[in-house]
Structures are given as C-alpha cells and as structure tokens.
C-alpha cells in the first residue's frame, strides 16, 4: 500500500472513531460522498447517497423545533455554500424512525481547491438533546416561578382589596343598626334589616378572600364541612362562567371536620376551578357532600385509618381525563391546560393532595369519561356531634347601654367615624385615634377616665398589637377589646378571645359590641 493510500485509509479509521458525528457532500449538488460512525448513531439510519441539495429535510426527517419540516434553503449544505464560511446551526431536531428525537448542533465548513471554487462541504454534528431539554426545564421553571408570583402578588392584592372593603361594610354595618335600634317605623325598620342582610353577604365573600390570602401554620378548628361548601358555592356564582351551572347537594347533618378552614376552603376552590377549566363551553358543576361509615369505596382506602368520614365529590361534565393524565394528575407542576404558565402553574391539585394528606384524608379521581370528571376528597368524621359556627347577635335584641368614656383607635376614617356615632347613641363618651401612635398620646394623658380601649389590629406605623403591649405598660388595668377582620389563631365569627385580650370581629353589629363594652369596660368612681 503506498504512503498516500495508508494516509487515506489511517484518516477514515480516525474520523470513524470520533464522538462528532461528520458528513461530506459535493458541491454544488450535495452528492454524498462520507459519513462516519457517529452520523449514523446519531442520526439512526444510514447515509443516503440517492439524495441531494434540495431534497434532505424528508428522507434525513430534518425539522425545526416547532415541529414543522426544515427549509431546504436554510439548511447548513447551502447556508455554507453560499456565504462560504463556517456556518453553526443549533435549531434543527431529527425525527428518527424509531421515533425518538434528537436535537442537534450542526457546522458546516466549505472546503475550496487551489483556485478558490467551493468543491465540498463538510458539516459536523453534535447532540445537545440534553442541553436543550435542560434549557427548556430552567426556563420552564422560570415561567411557573413568574406565575406563583403573580399569583402571590393577586393574594396579598386580593386580601388587601378585601381587607379595605370589609372595613367600609363595617361602617354600613354599624351605622344601620345604629339607625335601626332607634327607628320606630316597622316599614323603615326593615329597610334598614335588609341593608343588615347584604352587609352580611358582602362579609362572607370578603371573609373568604380574607382567608385565601392568609399565610402561616395551619390553624385547626372544628368545622362543618357543609359550610365550606356552602361559602365557595356562593363566592364562585358570582364569578364562576355563566355558562357554567353549579349545583349544590349537601347531605343533612353536620358533616364535622376538624380542619384548617382557609386551607379547607382552597381545596373545595381548586377543585372547583380545576372542574371549570375542563368545561369548554355550556356545562354543569355539581358539590356533592355525603356520609361514609368506612372507605372501603375508595381507591385510597389503604392510606385512610378507620371511619367515619366525610366525603366532597365536584363532579363536571368537562372532557374527561385520560389514564396517563390520572397517574400524574397530583404531580406539581404536571397541567394539561394549554397555554403553560399563563393558563396554569400545575400547582392547584397538588396544593389539594398535599392539604387533604396534611388533614389525614385522601383525595382521588373517582369516575371519569368523555362524558366528565368527578374528584373526591375523603376526610374523617370530627368525633364531636356538632360543628357549628359561633352564631352572631340576634337582630333586634335589646340593647346594653353604657356609660363612661371608650377610645375607639382605627385607621379607617369611615369606620371610626361610624363606630365613634353607634357608641354615642350606646351612651359612651368617645374619643378617637388614627393610628397606635395618635392612641399612646391620648392614653396617657386620659388613661385614669378611660372605661375601655377598641383597638384595630391593622394599622400602620404601630400595630394593634404593639399599641395593646405599650398601653399595658402604662394602665394595665384598662380593658382592651382588639379587632380585625382576620386575625391568626382567632375564630372569625362572633367575640373570641386572643390570649388575655377580648377580640372582636369585624364587621360587627351595634349589639356585638354592645355586648361586648358591658363586659369588659372598668367601672370608675
């Protein structure tokens, strides 16, 4: 073998060995002239020496990432040929016949003779599946990261347009009671009785984005899981798709829950939304609460302990979920609603899987079809009778009247104003404050004639809180009624008690604090 010939052959063994995948064609036709080892592994086939420039994308399956064939003209053979210099290609993805695919890096390098004409090209590929799928995942992870901080900055938004809102339905609130306990025309009477109801239905759907907006430990309460249903159902009808109907059917009794209400109500609200989603158009949603004895009709039944439960079924006439989706269906960031982020953080049944196993119950897709979905979440049955809400004052209960002075400290003017007005009429002499601040400076000089001090928990520059601790440093012995529409560890419905401090929800009536005042304000000679 001459010297040439073993140079040839020791050049064709050596870029057969290479981890690059290389492929030599003539120019200007592209006639196939060398491919090595590593084309071939990557590409799964073999060279193909039948075709040419202007017929590579189909018998190679050269695509874009879109999916859609790749463009004769802009593929590395002619890119090279006619800028001739190196051309680097990273876009193109090769669709195997074993349909795997495999995304690639390509340089194609134009090779001349002695007299400067373009007589070959060669094109190096390289695999960057990895590098791609791994770009793809960091950005991927981005989006849902972008979308869990819109949809915190819609919490804290949310929670302080409903915090806002609730203290203004608790002015209207104050201020017709106030007008109703001293009107004596039963036709005005229940003028008034009627502006009592929709302030109370505007406090139920602040109360509940009060809730969604909380952030914290878990705070376990003994609850019904009727209620909760019945408190999403009537915030998601005034927002839910009219062409969507929601349906209502509870069970009779009380459905006892020991359960973090707020976390209790984002489950009933995912599965909600969630059912919404899959309806593409007209369509029926039905809350479905009931009674089992044991959980021996549920798939999760070896992660459940002994009965008895309480089951919610949200049953929706959407498209269905297929097999593979049920398997995954729990997985954080797994969706099947398109559009990604923008459409779905894949988060809101994950969030109910891991509140429902945080409350030792289970969740489960209990039926699907074409035809709808329905999702069931088992919870154990409370070992109390009864879980009942506190209830609020009854309307039209005669009035405990008072005497002495009451410092009413909150930042809203409306509802300062108001509070300040329903206390004269109670009989009290008022004095006000805008803040903690405003509160210290009047409780010092007037702590000695002070019967008691109503204190909001929100304010800015100092806390309620805060002011309550300072005002004890000075006075102990002047009675403190905090309140708030939402404060931690508290009940929210009715007068509680935060430590050693009464507590007072907001909005609250002119009997409620009433009541309230004649049990707590210091009597002074």
Known sequence: MSPAGLDAALIATVADELPVGVWVARAPQGEFVYANRAFREIMGMEARPDVAAGGYATPYGIHQHNGEPYPEDRLPFVRALRSREVVVVDDIVIHRADGRKVFIRAFARPVCDAADTVTHIVIAFIEITLEVEAERGRLA????LRAAQRMESIGVLSGGIAHDFNNLLAAIKLLAGTARVRETDPARVEIFETIDQVVDTGVRLTRSL?????RGEAVVHLTSLNAVVGNIASLCERTLDRRITLRVERCEGDTPVLADVSQLEQVVLNLLVNARDAIDGNGEIVLRTFEWTDASRSSSSDRLGPGP?????????????????SERIFEPYFTTKPGGADKGTGLGLSTVFGIVASHAGAVEVARTSREGTTMRVVLPRAPIAEATESPRAARGTELSRGSGVVLVVDDEDVLRDGCALALRNLGYEVLTARDGHEALEIFRERHRQLSAVLLDVVMPRMTGDRARDAMRAIDADV???LTSAMPPNVPTDGVASEGTTPFLAKPYSIEEVARVLTGVSRRLP
């Open 309 to 325: 439960y309480v089951v919610l079924e949200v049953q929706d006439t959407g498209r269905g979920v297929d097999p593979e989706t």
């Open 141 to 144: 992870g981005e989006a849902r």
């Open 210 to 214: 009060l809730k969604f907006s909380r």
């Open 479 to 481: 009675p403190v009624v």
